[in-house]
C-alpha cells in the first residue's frame, strides 16, 4: 500500500520543474533570482497557476482543470470569485474536450508566448488520446489578456510516432536569442523537443530542435527546467532522470541530468554539461552574483556514484560565466548541520525546489518540499504527512543558518497535520503582493484522501509569515471535492 502511495505521489510530484526563472516579455533575458512575476491580466501584480489534473471534469475521472489566481495588494484571494479563473478542456475556447485520464495540467510553464505583453500559461495533457495516437498526448497554450487567462491554442507534437505522453514536462525560456519564448516539452522518451517561437493564436510557430540526453532515458526525463547560468542573456536548458535500474536494489535508479547552454545556433549545439540526478529542478541566484544556481531535488534515486541519500537530497551547483561549477556544487541532506529534521528513508526531502527572495537583500532563498516526512503529534505518528525547509542565500552561496520547517503543525499554516497530506509536493516562492519580496505557497495535493490543497503565506520582509496565511482546496472554488491532486504543479 504504502509503495504505491509513493508511485502515486510520484506522478504529481515529478515535474516539480517550474520555469520559476524565466522573463514574463518575450524580449526580457531571463530572470535568474527564481521570482517570474507571471502576470497573466497584466495588473503589475504577480499570479499563480496550479492544476488538479486528477480531478474529475463533466463526469470523466482525471480530466484536469487548471486554476489560474491573480495577485493584488493583499495576495491571492480564495474568496473573490473575480480573483480567479478555472479552466479545462470544457471552457471556452480551449482545444479538446474532456476525456477519462486527459491529466489536463500535468506540467505547466509560463511566458509570454506570443509578446503581447501578457504573461501566456502553457498546459501538458499527456494522457490526451489525439486521433489514433492513445496516451499521444497534447500541449496548448492559454493566452493572458487584460481580462486575465482565457481560450487557448494547440502547440502540435513534432513527432507524434515518436513517444506517448507529450507535455508530461514543459518549461519555457528564449534558448536561442531570437527575441522569442521557446518551449520545451518532455514525453515518454529520452528526447526534448523545443517548439522555437514565436507563437501564434492560429497556431503558428519557428519549427522545433529535438535535444537527444545522451545516456538514454527509458521512462522519459524527471525535471525540465530553465534559466540563465552563464550569465549570457540566453536561456539555459535542464533535463535530468533516471538513467537504468540498479541490480542490487529494484526500488532505486542511477538519476544524472545535463545542462545545454542556451546558444544562437540553436539549443543542444552545444555539447552539455552532466549534472548530478534530480527528480525536481529550479534555478536562481542564490549568492547574488548574477549567475543562476542550478538547485536539483533528487528524493528516490541515486546518482551515478551511488551515494544518494535513503531520504532524499538537494545538490546546489553555482553558476558562472562557463556554466554549472560542477566542482563546486554543495549536497545537503536532512542530516546537515543545521538543516532541520533527520535523513530518515523515503522523507522526499527534494520533492520540490523554488529559489525566491524572501527578504529583500538580493540573495535567492530556497524552499525545499520533504513530500513524506513523518510528523509527531503527541504518541501518535503521523506517516507521509509532509512539511518544508526554508534557507537563506547569501554572497557566499545557500546558508544553513537560521534554517526553518514550515508544516501544518506549525503555528499559524492553516489546517492540521495528517496522514498523507504531501505537504509540499508543489513549493513556489514568488511575489504575489507586488512589494518586492517573495511570497510562499504550498501544495498539499493529497490533502484530504487526494483531493489536495495550497496554503498562500505572505513575506513580512524578513521572511514568510504565517500572520493571515491562508488554506483552501477546490471547495473554494465551488468545485468537486473528490479525488484530484489540487495544488500540483505550482506556478507563477
Same mark, same amino acid.
Given at each position: /500500500?504504502?509503495?504505491?502511495?509513493?508511485?502515486? #505521489?510520484?506522478?504529481?510530484?515529478?515535474?516539480?520543474?517550474?520555469?520559476?526563472?524565466?522573463?514574463?516579455?518575450?524580449?526580457?533575458?531571463?530572470?535568474?533570482?527564481?521570482?517570474?512575476?507571471? *502576470?497573466?491580466?497584466?495588473?503589475?501584480?504577480?499570479?499563480? %497557476?496550479?492544476?488538479?489534473?486528477?480531478?474529475?471534469?463533466?463526469?470523466?475521472?482525471? #480530466?484536469?482543470?487548471? +486554476?489560474?489566481?491573480?495577485?493584488?495588494?493583499?495576495?491571492?484571494? #480564495?474568496?473573490?470569485?473575480?480573483?480567479?479563473?478555472?479552466?479545462?478542456?470544457?471552457?471556452?475556447?480551449?482545444?479538446?474536450?474532456?476525456?477519462?485520464?486527459?491529466?489536463?495540467?500535468?506540467?505547466?510553464?509560463?511566458?509570454?508566448?506570443?509578446?503581447?505583453?501578457?504573461?501566456?500559461? $502553457?498546459?501538458?495533457?499527456?494522457?490526451?488520446?489525439?486521433?489514433?495516437?492513445?496516451?499521444?498526448?497534447?500541449?496548448?497554450?492559454?493566452?493572458?489578456?487584460?481580462?486575465?487567462?482565457?481560450?487557448?491554442?494547440?502547440?502540435?507534437?513534432?513527432?507524434?510516432?515518436?513517444?506517448?505522453?507529450?507535455?508530461?514536462?514543459?518549461?519555457?525560456?528564449?534558448?536561442?536569442?531570437?527575441?522569442?519564448?521557446?518551449?520545451?516539452?518532455?514525453?515518454?522518451?529520452?528526447?526534448?523537443?523545443?517548439?522555437?517561437?514565436?507563437?501564434?493564436?492560429?497556431?503558428?510557430?519557428?519549427?522545433?530542435?529535438?535535444?537527444?540526453?545522451?545516456?538514454?532515458?527509458?521512462?522519459?526525463?524527471?525535471?525540465?527546467?530553465?534559466?540563465?547560468?552563464?550569465?549570457?542573456?540566453?536561456?539555459?536548458?535542464?533535463?535530468?532522470?533516471?538513467? !537504468? /535500474?540498479?541490480?542490487?536494489?529494484?526500488?532505486?535508479?542511477?538519476? =544524472?541530468?545535463?545542462?545545454?547552454?542556451?546558444?544562437?545556433?540553436?539549443?543542444?549545439? @552545444? %555539447?552539455?554539461?552532466?549534472?548530478?540526478?534530480?527528480?525536481?529542478? =529550479? @534555478?536562481?541566484?542564490?549568492?547574488?552574483?548574477?549567475? &543562476?544556481?542550478? @538547485?536539483?531535488?533528487?528524493?528516490?534515486?541515486? !546518482?551515478? *556514484?551511488?551515494?544518494?541519500?535513503?531520504?532524499?537530497?538537494?545538490?546546489? +551547483?553555482?553558476?558562472?560565466?562557463?556554466?554549472?561549477?560542477?566542482? $563546486?556544487?554543495?549536497?545537503?541532506?536532512?542530516?546537515?548541520?543545521?538543516?532541520?529534521?533527520?535523513?530518515?528513508?523515503?522523507?522526499?526531502?527534494?520533492?520540490?525546489?523554488?529559489?525566491?527572495?524572501?527578504?529583500?537583500?538580493?540573495? &535567492?532563498?530556497?524552499?525545499?518540499?520533504?513530500?513524506?516526512? !513523518?510528523?509527531?503529534?503527541?504518541?501518535?505518528?503521523?506517516?507521509?504527512?509532509?512539511?518544508?525547509?526554508? /534557507?537563506?542565500?547569501?554572497?557566499?552561496?545557500?546558508?544553513?543558518?537560521?534554517?526553518?520547517?514550515?508544516?501544518?503543525?506549525?503555528?499559524?499554516?492553516?489546517?492540521?497535520?495528517?496522514?498523507?497530506?504531501?505537504?509540499?509536493?508543489?513549493?513556489?516562492?514568488?511575489? @504575489?503582493?507586488?512589494?518586492?519580496?517573495?511570497?510562499?505557497?504550498?501544495?498539499?495535493?493529497?490533502?484530504?484522501?487526494?483531493?489536495?490543497?495550497?496554503?498562500? /503565506?505572505?513575506?513580512?520582509?524578513?521572511?514568510?509569515?504565517?500572520? &493571515?496565511?491562508?488554506?483552501?482546496?477546490?471547495? %473554494?472554488?465551488?468545485?468537486?471535492?473528490?479525488?484530484? $491532486?489540487?495544488?500540483?504543479?505550482?506556478?507563477?
Amino acid at each position: /500500500m504504502r509503495i504505491r502511495t509513493y508511485a502515486l #505521489a510520484a506522478a504529481v510530484v515529478a515535474a516539480s520543474t517550474t520555469a520559476l526563472t524565466l522573463a514574463p516579455t518575450a524580449t526580457a533575458a531571463p530572470a535568474v533570482t527564481g521570482e517570474l512575476k507571471g *502576470d497573466f491580466n497584466g495588473d503589475g501584480y504577480g499570479d499563480l %497557476a496550479f492544476a488538479a489534473p486528477y480531478a474529475n471534469v463533466d463526469g470523466k475521472g482525471m #480530466a484536469g482543470y487548471v +486554476v489560474v489566481m491573480y495577485g493584488g495588494e493583499n495576495g491571492v484571494d #480564495a474568496t473573490d470569485p473575480d480573483a480567479a479563473t478555472v479552466i479545462s478542456q470544457a471552457s471556452a475556447g480551449v482545444p479538446g474536450t474532456p476525456e477519462a485520464e486527459d491529466t489536463f495540467g500535468s506540467a505547466l510553464a509560463v511566458a509570454d508566448f506570443n509578446g503581447d505583453g501578457y504573461t501566456d500559461l $502553457a498546459v501538458g495533457a499527456p494522457g490526451e488520446d489525439v486521433d489514433a495516437d492513445v496516451d499521444g498526448g497534447t500541449v496548448a497554450i492559454l493566452w493572458g489578456s487584460s481580462s486575465g487567462v482565457a481560450g487557448g491554442t494547440t502547440v502540435k507534437d513534432p513527432a507524434v510516432s515518436g513517444h506517448d505522453a507529450y507535455g508530461q514536462l514543459l518549461t519555457a525560456g528564449d534558448f536561442d536569442g531570437d527575441g522569442t519564448q521557446d518551449l520545451a516539452t518532455g514525453a515518454s522518451n529520452a528526447s526534448v523537443y523545443v517548439i522555437k517561437g514565436g507563437f501564434t493564436k492560429a497556431g503558428a510557430t519557428g519549427g522545433s530542435v529535438k535535444v537527444t540526453a545522451p545516456n538514454g532515458l527509458p521512462y522519459g526525463p524527471d525535471a525540465l527546467t530553465s534559466g540563465d547560468v552563464n550569465q549570457d542573456g540566453l536561456a539555459d536548458l535542464v533535463v535530468t532522470g533516471r538513467v !537504468d /535500474m540498479i541490480q542490487d536494489d529494484p526500488g532505486t535508479t542511477r538519476s =544524472t541530468g545535463w545542462y545545454y547552454a542556451g546558444a544562437t545556433t540553436g539549443i543542444g549545439s @552545444v %555539447a552539455p554539461t552532466v549534472l548530478p540526478g534530480g527528480t525536481s529542478a =529550479t @534555478v536562481g541566484d542564490i549568492d547574488g552574483d548574477g549567475h &543562476g544556481d542550478i @538547485v536539483l531535488g533528487n528524493t528516490f534515486f541515486t !546518482d551515478d *556514484d551511488l551515494s544518494g541519500s535513503l531520504g532524499g537530497r538537494v545538490t546546489v +551547483v553555482p553558476g558562472s560565466a562557463d556554466g554549472p561549477d560542477t566542482a $563546486a556544487a554543495t549536497t545537503l541532506t536532512q542530516d546537515s548541520p543545521g538543516i532541520p529534521g533527520a535523513d530518515e528513508e523515503r522523507d522526499g526531502f527534494g520533492g520540490s525546489v523554488s529559489v525566491g527572495d524572501l527578504d529583500g537583500d538580493g540573495y &535567492g532563498d530556497l524552499a525545499v518540499g520533504v513530500t513524506f516526512e !513523518d510528523i509527531t503529534s503527541g504518541t501518535t505518528t503521523l506517516e507521509d504527512t509532509g512539511s518544508t525547509v526554508l /534557507m537563506y542565500g547569501s554572497a557566499d552561496g545557500l546558508t544553513t543558518t537560521g534554517a526553518r520547517t514550515l508544516s501544518q503543525a506549525s503555528s499559524g499554516v492553516p489546517g492540521t497535520a495528517e496522514a498523507m497530506d504531501y505537504f509540499g509536493a508543489e513549493v513556489l516562492l514568488t511575489d @504575489v503582493n507586488g512589494d518586492g519580496n517573495a511570497d510562499y505557497t504550498v501544495g498539499a495535493t493529497f490533502e484530504n484522501e487526494g483531493r489536495g490543497a495550497v496554503t498562500a /503565506m505572505l513575506s513580512d520582509g524578513t521572511g514568510v509569515s504565517t500572520t &493571515g496565511a491562508d488554506g483552501f482546496g477546490p471547495g %473554494a472554488f465551488g468545485l468537486s471535492s473528490g479525488y484530484s $491532486a489540487f495544488g500540483a504543479h505550482l506556478i507563477g
